[in-house]
């Protein structure tokens, strides 16, 4: 069992909670109660509607936080039953930065949008690429996601046209938050990076592969991603994860001093369903980049971090077909659909289609298609 | 003379002030002292630190609220000493998006960039390309910029390395505040488009051209861009540029129908000054997509509007050479050194330059150059 942080709802007030499994403690009541005193302002950082007050205290308080939660899960201290507990969008998202980091997503993408060149562009073994995506549409876990519309070339139309995305798909990804802010004008070392990090939740970057097609030259992706992207309602806090970082392979070129560390992973197991059928088994161990190496990249410019900053993986694929975190890449861009094995086949998704992202500890990712509004 | 507002401290104490000219109100104790009732809520909008609770009340009442401001600066109400009056950063910005929107500047960058191509890239006169930029280096104007340290690949050098940024660079923008919030899921039609926006800003979307160069395919502009991006301190509410707008010369081929409507542009000359030489002047009636089709666009996919998101026009360039309103363009990537008319030349920025953005009736955006740190 792993402790997790969310924000719940249980009788029209909003108020912090922890978890382990389906234990549920109402951290705002036990700070009331002046059980929470190893925290800083608990009282104010408990009631919160978010967990940004809590992220902000930095890692001596999230330390002390998380033994207290600890010992109040192992002590039987009251719970709240998860029947009336309606959990909410864990974190006020800041800024939200989408990486590029899986060195199989990205040379499978470049093998099918430039089958004549090297399949990964020269920058990619020397940063991790990444860009800015829409924070003001990320959204918790079991949202329902409308089909978007959008501007795309339709294959065999005389010109572009505006209608509901053709090409929807997934990313399966994992996402790091932001507790700690920094100063702008000062890089974080790569060696400081995880001070930064208060927490993990699986991603999932819903994408209109027609529209990112059409739109993405020369400023990359923006409506293809900007719809909608959902994340857990549970943060795993990183303390928990330590026991789950393992070597990386070394990386080739060995990176710029500012980008240098012993190489890692996280080693957690993740799965896409579809309508419950399992269509991948990835890894967050395939990632090439550590999220250290995306932070201390990030803030290198100077740019300054604040509380509720996403930090996203992007796609993460691994060796095999079936690990493969996308259905551009399962179905080769439509070309090779997948088989389900309750029936049927899908290339892209349809509407009606529910898609599961799960890597336990992690908390799961759901979503709903609703077919195109008007 | 043209009404704005802005966010003022004085004596400690943060409010929402409105200026026209060197008149500055104190709209906070205006409202204190029951002279501003014609605004809903009006005690709570004016004590706030940022222009957002007001932006969010809608045109209504923003409608109101500039009458009301105008008969208090023509009517000799109180006014504050703008030495004892510190303006801050005028709003939260919540997504900050970047268009492109300039013909003659997307013309440029292509013939620079892909000597051997049509320089505009087919989507480019079909949708108003645009991505995201990062919200949380959003600055107020006179806030120095320090050169960015970034990886770029320096010519002749065998790998790329990390250090100061080689060739910094302004981008002349304007900016467009939202005001009124959308939902998730609907998109804005264009003809309701500038009931969201509540005014307009100057922008210096700073830039490191070699950074730049390196990093941003395939996902666009990144820590680039992510180090600094300035804003007016004052922001002019869009009824009071109603005046200002004229008709544009008709696009071709003609959009889409979401993108369709009567050309139009502000006309609004622009001036690029460097340590007091102007080094370009250009006009918003450069624009080819106008910012109703940028937010048509923007939210075409469902995507929801936030009060604050920050919309910039991208860089906004003439047809004449000294109508360029960056340093990529005017000095042709850097083979084409400017000369200054005190003496000197440049190619890109260098440390100690003071630039300034103008054009009246909008606020000024004054950055300075500081050296690279560590």
């Given at each position: 069992m792993t402790l997790a942080y969310g924000v719940f709802n249980e009788g029209g007030r909003a108020r912090v909670g922890a978890r382990d499994g389906d234990r549920l403690l109402d951290l705002a009541a036990l700070a009331a109660a002046g059980r929470?005193?190893?925290?800083?302002?608990a009282e104010r950082v408990f009631s919160a509607a978010a967990l940004n007050p809590l992220m902000a205290l930095g890692p001596d308080a999230w330390r002390a936080c998380h033994q207290r939660a600890r010992e109040l899960l192992a002590d039987e201290a009251p719970t709240v039953p998860f029947e009336s507990a309606e959990a909410l969008m864990p974190f006020e998202v800041a800024d939200y930065v989408d990486f590029y980091s899986s060195l199989h997503h990205a040379t499978n993408v470049g093998l099918m949008f430039?089958?004549?060149?090297?399949?990964?562009?020269?920058?990619w073994r020397r940063l991790p690429v990444g860009y800015h995506g829409r924070a003001g549409t990320v959204v918790p876990s079991g949202t329902p996601v409308v089909r978007p519309r959008g501007q795309r070339w339709v294959p065999g139309d005389e010109a572009p046209s505006y209608g509901p995305s053709l090409a929807l798909d997934i990313e399966l990804e994992a996402g790091f938050v932001v507790g700690q802010p920094s100063e702008l004008g000062e890089p974080v070392p790569i060696e400081r990076a995880l001070d930064h990090l208060f927490g993990m939740v699986l991603v999932?970057?819903?994408?209109?592969r027609d529209v990112q097609a059409w739109e993405y030259?020369?400023?990359?992706?923006?409506?293809a991603k900007s719809f909608a992207t959902s994340v857990s309602r549970w943060v795993v806090p990183l303390e928990e994860l330590e026991d789950l970082r393992v070597p990386n392979e070394p990386q080739e070129p060995e990176p710029l001093p500012y980008l240098r560390e012993e190489p890692w992973a996280y080693d957690i197991p993740l799965e896409v369903t579809l309508n419950g059928d399992v269509i991948a088994r990835s890894n967050?161990?395939?990632?090439?980049?550590s999220v250290a190496q995306q932070l201390a990249h990030l803030t290198c410019n100077g740019a300054s971090l604040r509380t509720g900053d996403l930090l996203a993986t992007g796609t993460i694929s691994g060796p095999?077909?079936?690990?493969?975190?996308?259905l551009l890449e399962l179905s080769w861009n439509g070309q090779e659909p997948i088989e389900l094995a309750s029936g049927g086949t899908r290339a892209y998704l349809e509407d009606g289609d529910e898609i599961v992202l799960s890597g336990d500890p992690l908390h799961e990712v759901v979503g709903r298609i609703e077919p195109a509004r008007g």
């Open positions: 929470l005193d190893a925290v800083p302002d430039r089958p004549d060149q090297e399949p990964l562009l020269p920058n999932n970057d819903w994408s209109a030259r020369p400023l990359g992706p923006f409506l967050t161990r395939h990632l090439y980049w095999e077909r079936e690990q493969r975190g996308c």
